[in-house]
């Protein structure tokens, strides 16, 4: 069966520091891979995603950037946080292009300090 | 632009009692609806997926209606219980490339006791 873990599940950063979230899943190969930000008491916002490795699309101009090592990998970085970068992040899979479900990971609480 | 409205924002009932959430989209073109089930400080857990063609699904307690028509959903959950408290989110799906999701901002359900 296929799993999706993300670490570390909490942080807290100050500003100005760098950031590197993770995000691999098993079970399954070549998925497509996504970024999510939710605010406090606000929907999801879709910030990347990724069809392959090295291939990555950005949905909204931010301080982070998002790379896909492996094909199982996604990784989520910043060089100098801001306080805005604040929320929880998660990180979701797709299977093949036939198959409409999204699955989510357990999330990282991020708190920029 | 692509949205997604539910309604209410936050709801309070008592365990055993039926509750309806709604969701408005102006997702187009149309591919397909989801209702999600998010715990707090968790990843989102798909309740049901509708297509086009779809008007009603269930999965247990929660049924999910959609009127491609009006552009409405709705999720009733029957005989509530304790563990029913969460976030209902509605996610919408566009027919394009990527089949990119559009998020409500969720129904936070209290069930209490």
């Known amino acids: 069966s296929q799993t999706i873990h993300q670490w570390p599940a909490t942080l807290v950063q100050p500003v100005g520091s760098p950031l590197s979230l993770e995000c691999t899943v098993e079970?399954?190969?070549?998925?497509?891979l996504y970024w999510y930000r939710q605010a406090a008491g606000r929907g999801l916002q879709l910030l990347f995603y990724?069809?392959?490795?090295?291939?990555i699309s950005s949905e909204v101009p931010q301080n982070l950037s998002a790379s896909r090592p492996q094909d199982r990998q996604f990784i989520l970085s910043s060089k100098k946080l801001l306080l805005s970068d604040s929320g929880f992040y998660l990180c979701a899979w797709k299977g093949d292009s036939l198959s409409y479900e999204q699955y989510f990971g357990p999330g990282t609480r991020l708190t920029v300090t | 632009k692509n949205q997604v409205e539910q309604s209410p924002q936050s709801l309070i009932i008592l365990e055993g009692k039926n509750c309806t959430l709604q969701?408005?989209?102006?997702?187009?073109?149309?591919?397909?609806l989801r209702w999600y089930k998010q715990d707090t400080g968790r990843g989102p857990v798909s309740l049901t997926i509708?297509?086009?063609?779809?008007n009603t699904k269930s999965n247990g307690r929660y049924t999910a209606t959609l009127d491609a028509d009006t552009k409405q959903s709705s999720l009733h959950i029957t005989a509530s219980q304790l563990s029913d408290s969460a976030s209902y989110i509605c996610?919408?799906?566009?027919?394009?490339?990527?089949?990119?999701?559009?998020f409500g901002g969720g129904t936070r359900l209290m069930v209490k006791p």
């Open positions: 509708m297509t086009f063609s779809e």
């Open positions: 079970g399954t190969s070549n998925p497509n």
């Open positions: 996610v919408v799906s566009a027919r394009h490339a990527g089949n990119m999701l559009t």
């Open positions: 990724s069809v392959g490795i090295g291939q």
């Open positions: 969701c408005n989209y102006t997702v187009s073109p149309f591919s397909n």
